[in-house]
């Protein structure tokens, strides 16, 4: 089991920059995969941003060039550093890790923290 937990949403003109932080309760090194996903309302939630273990990531297009995702294993903490934000980033933002199992993998979700790209 592992607690994650979302911080450094809020609301931003456009343009402007947040980093979200996603604290892990325990040691993120046995996640095989961690990432970032977004809802917005009425919308199915979407993967924005991931990173596996060995430090591959993959990002939606509607992102690329103004996200990055980063991970710091000392802290146990995935990043979402997002720039040049936009009203469509608008959304709550998701974290999300894998762990393998040995029936397949088991995932577990943040609470969320809510984005909004507005002037």
């Known amino acids: 089991q592992v607690q994650l937990v979302e911080s450094g949403g809020g609301l931003v003109q456009p343009g402007g920059s947040l980093r979200l932080s996603c604290a892990a309760s325990r040691s993120i090194f046995s996640f095989y995969v961690m990432g970032w996903y977004r809802q917005a309302p009425g919308e199915q939630r979407e993967l924005v941003a991931a990173m596996t273990s060995l430090g591959n990531t993959n990002y939606a297009d509607s992102v690329k060039d103004r996200f990055t995702i980063s991970r710091d294993n000392a802290k146990n903490t995935l990043y979402l550093q997002m720039n040049s934000l936009k009203p469509e980033d608008t959304a709550v933002y998701y974290c999300?890790?894998?762990?393998?199992?040995?029936?397949?993998?088991?995932?577990?979700w943040g609470q969320g923290t809510q984005v909004t790209v507005s002037s």
């Open positions: 999300k890790v894998s762990q393998r199992t040995d029936s397949g993998h088991m995932d577990y």
